[in-house]
């Protein structure tokens, strides 16, 4: 006689996550989303109302609900999050934290700044073209920095390849904190150079030459991390 697993029975609560995913899944274009209410849910799916808590609560965690106290749940797109929140106890010096942030930039960014090229589409490109004139027309570095993370990120979801956006997204607090280093210190005009050359690229199709400007970009940045991290620090007393 073979012998083959028991199938464990799936729980109420991964019942209730399996069918909240896919509603999710079904809402992705709907800015501003919301679940119906925590009672209203659980009389939909016929269970009690602590599944439907348990439930949420599991979805927050990985990113895709937000529950707002006294407004509701709101369904985002965070799937980032977990990853994000673990870096810092990963690797818990911030000098390293930033020089393997750009290892994996440089390992990603090219490749996407190369499908973006190859796949966008006009309004992609203009999506593109309006971040780069909105960096350009920065007036401080909060909102110059703020305009980086953009083109980057809307460059990956450009790409074509969600995963790369995912993986970009979850570094994004990381990303800031380079940019306070490198923007922060040298001003916005490299990047608007260096974002100049990628998007005249990917315009053109140049896929090759999307890909060198990227990387050109991303080894630039990396220097300039470098040449920060030898700045003297204040210490305090």
Do not use: Y
């Amino acid at each position: 006689m073979k012998i083959t697993a028991i199938q464990r029975p799936t729980s109420l609560v991964e019942s209730v996550c399996d069918q909240l995913a896919e509603f999710i899944r079904g809402s992705a274009d709907k800015a501003d989303s919301w679940l119906p209410a925590e009672r209203a849910l659980a009389e939909q799916l016929g269970v009690s109302r602590s599944v439907v808590r348990e439930a949420t609560k599991r979805l927050e965690q990985q990113g895709r609900l937000e529950v707002q106290h006294g407004n509701g749940i709101k369904i985002v797109d965070k799937l980032h999050r977990p990853l994000n929140e673990s870096l810092s106890l990963l690797i818990p010096d911030v000098a390293g934290r930033l020089r393997q942030l750009n290892e994996t930039r440089l390992a990603i960014e090219p490749q996407a700044a190369r499908f973006a090229a190859q796949r966008a589409s006009k309004i992609q490109v203009r999506a593109l073209r309006k971040i780069h004139s909105q960096l350009e027309a920065a007036t401080d570095n909060a909102a110059a920095i703020e305009w980086d993370l953009a083109f980057h990120r809307t460059l990956a979801e450009t790409s074509g390849n969600l995963i790369f956006r995912l993986v970009l997204d979850s570094l994004a607090e990381l990303g800031l904190a380079s940019r306070l280093r490198t923007i922060g210190r040298i001003g916005k005009q490299t990047a608007i150079e260096h974002h100049g050359l990628i998007l005249g690229a990917i315009e053109r199709g140049d896929a090759d030459d999307a890909e060198k400007a990227m990387r050109f970009h991303i080894l630039a940045a990396g220097q300039d991390l470098e040449l920060d991290s030898l700045k003297p620090r204040s210490v305090k007393p």
